[in-house]
């Protein structure tokens, strides 16, 4: 497809200096883009490519001052790096716009509802009363369980399972190889050690805009749901356990976990490989330092921990300085205690 420096610039608000007829078919990194492709520039560091790179159309900020003539049509806006994103976006959305239609092989319940411009790939499994919103898009090898809703413009990129009975809202991305509504870990030992499983019947409920990584599980609830609330933004290969809450626009990295029953407030960051038990609360704007292990709630909003066990980060952080000059404290101490006796014997 191709896009005129007036098309770009109607959709991103932005001021054209140049040619409003320059075209693009594709995006490039500055530092690398050739005629024909879109770049921007928002990192002061990367402004020397502005002067040689070989892109025919540069988004930039209002406030970029050049230095010297610039080859390429420039589009200005308050914030570059926002408007290429938001450019990124539109680019996907007609992309997906083109993507309709049914293939086969793939089965499709006949009490499935499907909404309009859906596309359903090969090899998909549609179970009974599957509800499909519009312009969704289930990709090749898809399950859907008997009573799972899809909210319009959800993508589920190949190989999301999706068991009975969970909902997916509006706008949600699920990719590839993620399970939603996997039994909880719930067994009750007994008197011969053994344990007794616990049914889960509970469900999964995605709320809109979240995003889903590569390969998470999200487990359903023993009863009632678990709940990724909306804006929520999970990395590759995380964890979530039964019954646990998290709260509106949370982001956590790759490789966490969270235990059953943990609610987390909205806006809290959690680092890649952190661990949190079950049953806590963590509270709005949390933040987790990475390979954090919580095993305490955090009450305090916007509260910082990091270490395992966790605790608060600025009392880590002091603690880490005192550790790296224990030496140094050692040498000193020894010191003082020969000072001490050699007045002490003075003394005698």
Do not use: W
Request: with cysteine; hydrophobic share 40%; aromatic share 6%.
């Amino acid at each position: 497809m191709q896009f005129s420096a007036a098309q770009i610039a109607l959709l991103i608000n932005g001021k054209i200096e140049g040619d409003p007829n320059a075209s693009v078919a594709s995006f490039g990194k500055i530092e690398e883009a050739v005629q024909g492709q879109l770049a921007f520039l928002a990192n002061p560091k990367y402004e020397e490519h502005l002067y040689t790179t070989g892109a025919s159309i540069i988004i930039v900020n209002d406030s970029l001052e050049l230095k010297q003539a610039v080859g390429a049509t420039l589009i200005r806006v308050p914030d570059a790096y926002t408007a290429f994103a938001s450019l990124l976006a539109k680019y996907q959305e007609i992309e997906a716009q083109l993507l309709t239609g049914v293939q086969e092989p793939s089965y499709i319940s006949k009490t499935a509802k499907l909404g309009e411009k859906v596309f359903i790939g090969a090899f998909a499994y549609l179970g009974e009363g599957v509800v499909v919103g519009n312009q969704a898009k289930i990709h090749p090898q898809v399950y859907l369980g008997n009573n799972v809703r899809v909210g319009e413009n959800t993508v589920l990129h190949p190989g999301v399972k999706v068991y009975h009975n969970c909902v997916i809202g509006a706008n949600v991305t699920i990719h590839a190889g993620s399970v939603i509504g996997g039994d909880g870990f719930g067994f009750a030992p007994q008197a011969d050690g053994t344990f007794k499983k616990v049914p889960q019947i509970g469900n999964v409920v995605v709320e809109d805009y979240v995003e889903i990584g590569v390969n998470c599980a999200i487990d359903r609830a023993t009863i009632g749901s678990t709940i990724i609330r909306k804006g929520v933004k999970l990395d590759n290969l995380i964890q979530i356990a039964h019954n646990v809450d998290i709260g509106h626009y949370t982001v956590i990295a790759a490789q966490a976990g969270v235990s059953g029953s943990t609610k987390i407030g909205s806006g809290a960051m959690i680092g890649g490989q952190a661990g949190i038990v079950g049953h806590l609360q963590i509270a709005d704007g949390a933040r987790i330092n990475a390979q954090s292990g919580v095993t305490k709630s955090i009450k305090t909003k916007g509260g910082a921990v990091t270490g395992s066990p966790a605790y608060d980060y600025t009392s880590a952080l002091r603690s880490q300085v005192v550790s790296r000059n224990l030496p140094e404290m050692e040498k000193k101490l020894k010191e003082l205690e020969e000072q001490i006796k050699q007045l002490l014997a003075e003394k005698v």
